[in-house]
């Protein structure tokens, strides 16, 4: 499904003109000069309404594995200029974020937050620029500033679901696609300052590029990503990739006891991703998906 249509980007301005008049061959007669057609203006629309200060990208057409052509292309991850809080209190963007940091992360099953280590980038890629989605959200008491998220059209994140509550009257929670999200729809905000976390109203939509590409997987499979509750992984559902990357887990787990994984990592995708997809990437993600970008 997709999200609701808003406002219009404008296209580019396109003059008409004329071309030269036909010199026609002697001895023959002269003929009316067939004349140029102006090139049509092309428009491209965003969902939602527009951030003030910034001008979003306007929406290219879709490729076949479901990203977006153009731009640099699309991936599955978050910009450079994302952030998260490490357990000192110090709020970190991606591209200075280190395995073995540990960052505030969201339990979706308890709603509970708790600090956990990165043990891996899934893709790491500090250039070029991707196509990404702003998403606008604003809490329901109206008591607090609204907040952004920039996120990969594939990558997971938690949402209420919709007509649906648990037995207890709670708010029940669904993973999705970011693709996925429409206006209204409800993702949980969990503060920096303060850990408490709440439900934020999706008001907005709309297409951004932005430098890099940064996947960070951490043991409990979940992240905070300017305080919105996150998925570590994209393309799959949060259960079958968590449950995909249990042999990477315990084998950080168990090289933890001899040496650190306070390092930095390297560019580009992870081995361990690649060979999940090469095995079984054509039962569970569409073509060109990679688990984890």
């Given at each position: 499904?997709?999200?609701?249509?808003?406002?219009?980007?404008?296209?580019?301005?396109?003059?008409?003109?004329?071309?030269?008049?036909?010199?026609?061959?002697?001895?023959?007669?002269?003929?009316?000069?067939?004349?140029?057609?102006?090139?049509?203006?092309?428009?491209?629309?965003?969902?939602?309404?527009?951030?003030?200060?910034?001008?979003?990208?306007?929406?290219?057409?879709?490729?076949?594995?479901?990203?977006?052509?153009?731009?640099?292309?699309?991936?599955k991850c978050?910009?450079?200029?994302?952030?998260?809080?490490?357990?000192?209190?110090?709020?970190?963007?991606?591209?200075?974020?280190?395995?073995?940091?540990?960052?505030l992360t969201?339990?979706?099953?308890?709603?509970?937050?708790?600090?956990?280590?990165?043990?891996?980038?899934?893709?790491?890629?500090?250039?070029p620029t991707?196509?990404?989605?702003?998403?606008?959200?604003?809490?329901?008491?109206?008591?607090?500033?609204?907040?952004?998220?920039?996120?990969?059209?594939?990558?997971?994140?938690?949402?209420?679901?919709?007509?649906?509550?648990?037995?207890?009257?709670?708010?029940?929670?669904?993973?999705?696609?970011?693709?996925?999200?429409?206006?209204?729809?409800?993702?949980?905000?969990?503060?920096?300052?303060?850990?408490?976390?709440?439900?934020?109203?999706?008001?907005?939509?709309?297409?951004?590029?932005?430098?890099?590409?940064?996947?960070?997987?951490?043991?409990?499979?979940?992240?905070?990503?300017?305080?919105?509750?996150?998925?570590?992984?994209?393309?799959?559902?949060?259960?079958?990739?968590?449950?995909?990357?249990?042999?990477?887990?315990?084998?950080?787990?168990?090289?933890?006891?001899?040496?650190?994984?306070?390092?930095?990592?390297?560019?580009?995708?992870?081995?361990?991703?690649?060979?999940?997809?090469?095995?079984?990437?054509?039962?569970?993600?569409?073509?060109?998906?990679?688990?984890?970008?």
């Amino acid at each position: 499904p997709g999200s609701d249509s808003g406002s219009s980007a404008p296209g580019s301005d396109s003059s008409s003109f004329s071309g030269p008049p036909h010199i026609p061959p002697s001895n023959t007669p002269p003929s009316t000069p067939t004349p140029v057609p102006s090139p049509s203006p092309s428009t491209s629309t965003t969902s939602g309404g527009n951030t003030p200060g910034s001008s979003p990208s306007p929406i290219p057409s879709p490729s076949p594995g479901g990203g977006v052509s153009g731009g640099g292309g699309s991936t599955k991850c978050f910009p450079a200029t994302a952030s998260v809080l490490l357990a000192s209190g110090e709020r970190r963007r991606m591209s200075e974020l280190h395995v073995g940091d540990e960052v505030l992360t969201y339990d979706p099953v308890t709603g509970s937050t708790e600090f956990s280590a990165v043990y891996a980038f899934l893709d790491r890629r500090p250039s070029p620029t991707f196509r990404y989605l702003r998403i606008g959200l604003s809490p329901q008491d109206g008591a607090s500033a609204p907040i952004q998220l920039e996120i990969s059209h594939r990558h997971r994140v938690f949402k209420q679901r919709r007509q649906q509550q648990a037995a207890d009257g709670s708010a029940t929670l669904v993973d999705v696609d970011a693709r996925e999200l429409q206006l209204n729809d409800r993702l949980v905000q969990c503060a920096f300052t303060s850990s408490e976390c709440r439900h934020y109203t999706v008001v907005s939509i709309d297409e951004v590029s932005a430098l890099g590409a940064y996947a960070p997987v951490t043991f409990t499979g979940t992240l905070l990503v300017d305080e919105v509750a996150t998925s570590s992984y994209a393309a799959a559902t949060h259960s079958q990739a968590h449950h995909a990357f249990a042999p990477l887990r315990m084998a950080h787990q168990l090289s933890a006891l001899w040496w650190s994984d306070d390092e930095t990592p390297q560019d580009g995708v992870h081995w361990y991703a690649s060979m999940l997809y090469r095995l079984f990437g054509e039962y569970y993600y569409d073509e060109g998906d990679l688990l984890h970008i």
